[in-house]
Nanobody, 119 residues
Framework: QVHMVESGGGLVQAGGSLRLSCAAS????????MNWYRQAPGKQRELVAD???????NYADSVKGRFTISRDDAKNTVYLQMNSLKPEDTAVYYC?????????????WGQGTQVTVSS
């Protein structure tokens, strides 16, 4: 079984920055896409950014130019650098990955990390 462990959330003032990390552990053959989602109170979970195994990235319009997703395949880790944070970025952030293990393709979620941006 693969576990995704997130870190880096916290409280920051508007205009500040945070860097989230998410490390996958377990018997992993390879990882395909890695993603960051977020869910604010009373709202549906939304895709924030994703990165393919080839390094192609995609961002939600609301974070383009402010957030950067990256990955370190040697560490099975995905990062989300968040700059110029706004109060509307406040949410629980979840990482997600599509991976292959001995049984085939599967996917896993992190436990979530709280990001709070004060005005």
């Amino acid at each position: 079984q693969v576990h995704m462990v997130e870190s880096g959330g916290g409280l920051v003032q508007a205009g500040g920055s945070l860097r989230l990390s998410c490390a996958a552990s377990g018997t992993i053959v390879s990882i395909n896409a890695m993603n960051w989602y977020r869910q604010a109170p009373g709202k549906q979970r939304e895709l924030v950014a994703d990165i393919t195994s080839g390094g192609t990235t995609n961002y939600a319009d609301s974070v383009k130019g402010r957030f950067t997703i990256s990955r370190d395949d040697a560490k099975n880790t995905v990062y989300l650098q968040m700059n110029s944070l706004k109060p509307e970025d406040t949410a629980v952030y979840y990482c997600h990955a599509d991976y292959m293990d001995r049984r085939g393709w599967n996917n896993a979620w992190g436990q979530g990390t709280q990001v709070t941006v004060s005005s």
